[in-house]
């Protein structure tokens, strides 16, 4: 994971389900399992990519967690799903429901267009 700054080009959705074996562990097994397993292989592989952790399971059935992943190009986030493949998080511990990837305001920045956003403060 990167340590500088940097303006994202790419932010992908990643809507995920916990499995069963998932639920099983303890919160103790679940965090061992996600920093001696999940995490090393994608700082191996990965940089320039950021996340955000999101809970949905209070609102939905359908995704437990949407996991947002933030990169500085096209090729760092595909590297990450590569990474995250050869993990148990892929299919074992999680079932990735689907991918929601997109670029931040591209149709603005393609024809050279403000961007608008609300702001509430």
């Known amino acids: 994971m990167p340590t500088e700054s940097f303006e994202p080009s790419v932010t992908a959705f990643m809507l995920v389900k ?8 303890s919160v103790e097994q679940r965090v061992e399992v996600f920093t001696t397993e999940i995490l090393p292989a994608i700082t191996a592989k990965v940089k320039d990519v950021r996340s955000r952790f999101y809970d949905t399971e209070f609102y ?3 995704v437990t967690d949407v996991w947002v992943w933030e990169a500085r190009d096209h ?5 990450l799903v590569e990474a995250l493949r050869e993990t148990s998080f ?15 305001n591209g149709y603005a920045k393609n024809y050279g267009l403000d961007t608008y956003a609300t702001i509430n403060a």
């Open 90 to 104: 892929w299919d074992r511990y999680f079932e990735v429901v689907e991918l929601l990837v997109g670029v931040e």
């Open 60 to 62: 939905t059935a359908r």
């Open 75 to 79: 090729q760092a986030y595909q590297l």
């Open 18 to 25: 916990t499995t069963s074996e998932w639920l099983g562990m």
